[in-house]
């Protein structure tokens, strides 16, 4: 089964201003994958990270909605020395530290993509053995 890491972004998404039309086809996308997971056709990663994260949104229906889904991930990564140390390696590629981390954790999981719609960081991890896409793809 395909192993899927989420960042924070695709668990937000549904809850942006769908006016604009890469946002509108960014939720129909997210929506869909959640489905996926939902029925069991992917299999979602959690994270300690993401926790964290999420533990700092501000909009409640935001944050129960993604602890739902972080509820049903069939495996859960908690950070450790390894992942930290790797998130180091790709802070210094001009990954931000807390994106850094979410990669280090979708690696350590054995993800088969790590989905975000954050484009800067798709095009930071290229380089990437690690499919890093947008939700769209």
């Known amino acids: 089964m395909t192993r899927v890491y989420l960042?924070?972004?695709i668990y937000n998404r549904p809850f942006n201003d769908e006016?604009?039309?890469k946002i509108f086809l960014e939720t129909q996308a997210v929506i869909f994958i959640l489905?996926?997971?939902e029925v069991q056709l992917l299999e979602l990663v959690s994270s300690s990270?993401?926790?964290?994260e999420n533990s700092h949104n501000p909009f409640m229906l935001n944050k129960q909605?993604?602890?739902?889904?972080l509820q049903i991930a069939s495996l859960r990564v908690l950070v450790d020395e390894k992942i930290r140390t790797k998130a180091k390696q790709l802070e210094k590629q001009g990954i931000k530290p807390i994106d850094a981390l979410h990669v280090a954790c979708a690696e350590a999981s054995q993800s088969d993509y790590?989905?975000?719609c954050d484009k800067r960081l798709i095009n930071r991890c290229q380089y990437l053995s690690l499919?890093?896409?947008n939700?769209?793809?």
């Not at 990270?49 to 964290?52: G, S």
């Open 114 to 116: 790590f989905i975000t």
């Open 131 to 133: 499919k890093v896409i």
């Open 19 to 21: 006016t604009q039309p």
């Open 49 to 52: 990270v993401l926790e964290y």
């Open 7 to 9: 960042d924070i972004s």
């Open 135 to 137: 939700p769209t793809d």
């Open 65 to 69: 909605s993604m602890v739902r889904y």
């Open 35 to 37: 489905q996926m997971v």
